[in-house]
């Protein structure tokens, strides 16, 4: 039976059925299903299976929204259930995440934000059109360990280098690896601003994180 | 031949003289590089209109797009407010609507109402009558799919494709008729010999094949047919990788259909041949913004070579450049088309 609620609960993930992932949600704690075990082996495969079908060009940015969507109804479910401990001592890193100033452009970093979360990560975002200093408070309130910053646009994607800059005047530089994206933005850019790493898109951003988490200080 | 009749020449998919190179909008550029912003301009279209004069004469393009990084005006005029930004192009604080029902409220009209947009209507009109027999005067707005997804937010709209497609279709119907009520005058009072449609979310960074054909294809045939009938050209550009639907591109009916810097220029080409003229497609950023002349002369001569013989082609950058581009890339890029040679 909990293999049952288990693989519909992974498809609705992958179909972006908010209302169905809610409700499977809720069904599998009423079965006295462990919240991880629901996360770990319904939400997390179900979100990565969307991003394998977006990377070999099944799936495009509707369909992640979607899948985004009920990935997120799933969590409001499960997340108060959660034990606190045991939910902190399973956190991989503690993300945060935000468009720069200037810039309005939600989605990408909102994917991002779902694929990390989906992953392991603790994930703060701190939202679009905001300044290198509201990164940095972010940076400290959050004892974050990863900055991703998002740009979409040629006028904005200066303020990616000015976060870094921030955050090496704050002295945080050395506790946190920056992660830069965005349509104007590319591994030359980041190698240039002194970026830790650039990711085309939010399963590449995934990748990345769990890489520079592994990175020797 | 003068430089409005070599472009209207390889929109015909002739080969004139020489391969004409022109900027994709560069409203930005053209605002920064003459010391001026976009919000101060508004209420003074002969300003408007001197500040693109003279930076067209200055660097002898050949097409001028009137309006370039104003396109958000069209929707803060129905009630949208609008952010300035300073050198970047102004974009709107919230989206217009958050249900597809909130359409019915409101008034196309007002766009006409709106002193932005009769500063941008009179600009064109002056700049017109100084240049309009030598150069290509355009105007520029988005496409209707993007205008769509601007006016009910992009997320919204995403979600709306797949959850409620009557719901997206709504918007990109009411979208089309914004976007023709911008173009409307100009084209009627024979102003602008061409409009300029920038559809950046019909990228297929964004949108499948499918949801193109359903969706966005349809309005911009509309649109399009509808400038044709008023005896103007049209220049479409689709941002991002839009290598899974270059064909239907080709069947929006524009003149002339400009591509993004991800596409391969030559597999363009070929898709295009014989049905439309292509432009591309120089990297802005990485090119024409960070590199050398001597760079923007290298990558401008690659997509020469790859796509300018037999015609029917303009050297274009791959999308809209960024405000500081360093002028003697601009004129590095111009200088390479007007010296090559099959």
Redesign the interface.
Known sequence: MSEEILRKLKQAIID?EAEDARELARQGLDQGLDPLVLIDEALTPGINRVGELFTN?DY????L??AG?AMKEAFRVLEPVLAGDRAQNTILGRVVLGTVE?D????GK?LVGTMLTANGFWVTDIGADKTAAEFVAAVQENQATLVGASAL????MLEQRSIIEALQEAGLRDQVKVLVGG??V?Q??ADEIGADGYAEDAMSAVDLALRLIDAPE | MNEKEKVFEAFRLGEPDKVPASLFGGGMWTLFTSGTDFESLIGHPREMARVNIETNRRMGLPIIYMGSGYKNSHIAALGAKMRFRGAGAPDLEEPLIAHADELEELDIDDLARDELVQTVWEATRTVASELGDEIVVAATAWGPFTLAAQIYGVENMMRSVIKRPEDARKVVEFATRLATRFYEPLLEEKVISMISIADMSSSGDLISRRHFAELALPSLQGLIADTKSKGAYTLLHVCGDTSDKLDLLAETGADCVSIDHKIDLGKAKDLFRGKTCLAGNVHPIDVLLRGTPADVEAASRDCLDKAASGGGFILMPGCDIPPNVPEENVRAFLRTAESWTA
């Open positions: 972006g060009g495009f940015i509707p369909n929204v979607i969507d200037g309005v452009h939600e989605i909102t646009m040629t006028t904005t349509s104007p590319s030359s850019w």
